[in-house]
Nanobody, 128 residues
Framework: QVQLVESGGGLVQAGDSLRLSCTASGGTFRNYVMGWFRQPPGKEREFVGVISWGGSNTYYAGPVKGRFTISRDNAKNTVILQMNSLKPEDTAAYSC?????????????????????WGQGTQVTVSS
């Protein structure tokens, strides 16, 4: 059983940056592909980005590509979502998730149903 805890959310202005952290416990962190998802107000949860087991591969959703960066530190059981040039439409509850994929393939790594463990989420609000 893996427990995930996010931190770093808050209220920022458009154009600002924010860094979210997700710390894992209870499992072998390097065995999991780690994804970030977000749920905007009144909408379904959507894929943001994902990082492979060792961190050598990443993939991002179109709306965040070029602005968001995911990294991980397996020694610290932590995955980071660095968000730059934030926009009001980035306002959402952000969650990290862990999955035991055999391969790092699209679209499988984007599917929220394929992730086994989820954090409780952290709120990001971007004002205009």
């Amino acid at each position: 059983q893996v427990q995930l805890v996010e931190s770093g959310g808050g209220l920022v202005q458009a154009g600002d940056s924010l860094r979210l952290s997700c710390t894992a416990s209870g499992g072998t962190f390097r065995n999991y592909v780690m994804g970030w998802f977000r749920q905007p107000p009144g909408k379904e949860r959507e894929f943001v980005g994902v990082i492979s087991w060792g961190g050598s591969n990443t993939y991002y959703a179109g709306p965040v590509k070029g602005r968001f960066t995911i990294s991980r530190d397996n020694a610290k059981n932590t995955v980071i979502l660095q968000m730059n040039s934030l926009k009001p439409e980035d306002t959402a509850a952000y969650s990290c998730a862990a999955a035991t994929f055999r391969t790092f393939e699209i679209p499988t790594i984007m599917a929220r149903s394929r992730y086994t463990y989820w954090g409780q989420g952290t709120q990001v609000t971007v004002s205009s």
